[in-house]
C-alpha cells in the first residue's frame, strides 16, 4: 500500500514540474494572477482586500508578493497594467514575473507605475506577512516558556 501511495506522489510531482517547465501558467496561478490584478486600483481598502485575499490563497508565491508589495517593489506597465516585481538599476527597471521570478525584460522607469500602499496597508501587509511566515523554533519555544528573547 506504501508503494502504491509514494508511487502516486512521484507521478504528481512530475506531472506538477512538467507543467510548470511548460512556461504556461496552471489553473492555481491563473486565479492568483486575477487576484493580483486587483492592486492596480487606486482605492486602498480595495487593496486592503486584496492583501487579505493574497494571503488566503495558499499560492506558493503569496508571501514573496506581500513581501516585494511591503517593500515598494511591485510595479505595472502603464501600456498593458501587468504587474512585476522590479529591481531598480540607474533609470532602467528590470520586471520580474511575480508566479515565475525569471527576468521578463528591462524598461526604463517612465513607463511603469509603482503600486502605492499607505500606512494602513503597510500595518496589514506585515500583519499577513507574519502569519505566513514560518514561525523559527526558538522564537516558539520562547513563547511556550514565556521568556522574551530581547
Do not use: W
Not at 10 to 18: F, G, H, V
Not at 39 to 52: A, D, Y
Not at 60 to 82: F, I, P, T
Amino acid at each position: 500500500m506504501k508503494i502504491i501511495l509514494l508511487f502516486c506522489l512521484y507521478l504528481l510531482s512530475t506531472t506538477n514540474s512538467i507543467a510548470q517547465n511548460t512556461g504556461e501558467p496552471n489553473q492555481e496561478d491563473l486565479i492568483f494572477i486575477q487576484t493580483l490584478s486587483g492592486l492596480l486600483t487606486k482605492s486602498f481598502s480595495e487593496k486592503e482586500k486584496v492583501i487579505s485575499s493574497i494571503a488566503a490563497s495558499e499560492h506558493n508565491q503569496a508571501l514573496a508578493v506581500l513581501k516585494l508589495l511591503l517593500a515598494g517593489k511591485v510595479y505595472y506597465r502603464k501600456s498593458d497594467k501587468e504587474l512585476f516585481g522590479v529591481n531598480i538599476v540607474d533609470r532602467d527597471v528590470e520586471l520580474y514575473d511575480l508566479i515565475t521570478n525569471q527576468l521578463v525584460e528591462t524598461l526604463p522607469k517612465k513607463k511603469l507605475r509603482k503600486v502605492g500602499i499607505n500606512n494602513k496597508l503597510r500595518g496589514v501587509l506585515k500583519s499577513a506577512i507574519a502569519q505566513l511566515s514560518p514561525v523559527s523554533y526558538t522564537h516558539l519555544r520562547a513563547h511556550e516558556t514565556g521568556r522574551n528573547l530581547v
